[in-house]
């Protein structure tokens, strides 16, 4: 009778420090949301504004997975979604109520380089989806000269409401709505620039 009391303490022994090891494995390795959500955050280091890029591409980590190519191509999808949003808030606001024609001109002015921004980002999501093989590089020097493009574009945008063109409430909010663009196409270029340098 002891020895059968003795094999049980045993077996519940063996159990809880089974159970507690498998704990602690599960503990320390973290889950698959968790690794991919510390990718992004270690990846957008490499960015101006590190983090807004998380903040931005934190929510897609699934879909990012744990692939620089993925998490390029996410970040512009962002920066094109943000330009484009933008564009057409800019031209409701160039048709509202209480503004000048200087303020009017400068609206536009930005509305449509913002559409040249859509442009080139779109060309560069279209052959970042197309991005491997030999024609590699070529495709990535294309991909690089859009969204610089596009960033040159966003900065003359907000040179356009430098000085006395625009009144103090809706030129700190419009500047703020284009800096936002900036960032996110500046943040894209950073990784699509360590992108092409892991693949070199």
């Given at each position: 009778?002891?020895?059968g009391n003795f094999l049980t303490v045993c077996l519940i022994l063996v159990a809880l420090t089974t159970s507690n090891y498998?704990?602690?494995?599960?503990?320390?390795?973290?889950?698959?949301?968790?690794?991919?959500?510390?990718?992004?955050?270690?990846?957008?280091?490499?960015?101006?504004?590190p983090n807004l890029c998380f903040s931005s591409l934190s929510s897609r980590?699934?879909?990012?997975?744990?692939?620089?190519?993925l998490l390029a191509h996410e970040s512009l999808t962002v920066s094109l979604e943000t330009a484009q949003s933008t564009s057409s808030m800019m031209l409701k606001l160039a048709h509202g109520q209480g503004m000048t024609p200087r303020e009017i001109g400068a609206m536009h002015?930005?509305?449509?380089?913002?559409?040249?921004?859509?442009?080139?980002?779109?060309?560069?999501?279209?052959?970042?989806?197309?991005l491997r093989g030999k024609d590699f590089d070529l495709k990535m020097n294309d991909i690089q000269t859009w969204v610089s493009a596009a960033l040159t574009d966003e900065d003359t945008c907000t040179e356009g409401f430098d000085g006395k063109v625009?009144?103090?409430?809706?030129k700190t909010f419009v500047r703020g709505k284009i800096l936002e663009v900036a960032h996110l196409t500046s943040n894209a270029l950073a990784l699509i620039n360590r992108l092409a340098a892991l693949h070199g």
């Amino acid at each position: 009778m002891e020895g059968g009391n003795f094999l049980t303490v045993c077996l519940i022994l063996v159990a809880l420090t089974t159970s507690n090891y498998l704990k602690s494995v599960s503990a320390a390795r973290p889950a698959v949301g968790e690794t991919n959500t510390e990718f992004i955050r270690t990846s957008c280091k490499s960015t101006t504004y590190p983090n807004l890029c998380f903040s931005s591409l934190s929510s897609r980590a699934s879909a990012i997975g744990a692939s620089p190519q993925l998490l390029a191509h996410e970040s512009l999808t962002v920066s094109l979604e943000t330009a484009q949003s933008t564009s057409s808030m800019m031209l409701k606001l160039a048709h509202g109520q209480g503004m000048t024609p200087r303020e009017i001109g400068a609206m536009h002015d930005c509305a449509e380089e913002l559409s040249d921004t859509v442009v080139g980002l779109r060309k560069s999501l279209g052959e970042m989806k197309q991005l491997r093989g030999k024609d590699f590089d070529l495709k990535m020097n294309d991909i690089q000269t859009w969204v610089s493009a596009a960033l040159t574009d966003e900065d003359t945008c907000t040179e356009g409401f430098d000085g006395k063109v625009m009144n103090g409430k809706v030129k700190t909010f419009v500047r703020g709505k284009i800096l936002e663009v900036a960032h996110l196409t500046s943040n894209a270029l950073a990784l699509i620039n360590r992108l092409a340098a892991l693949h070199g």
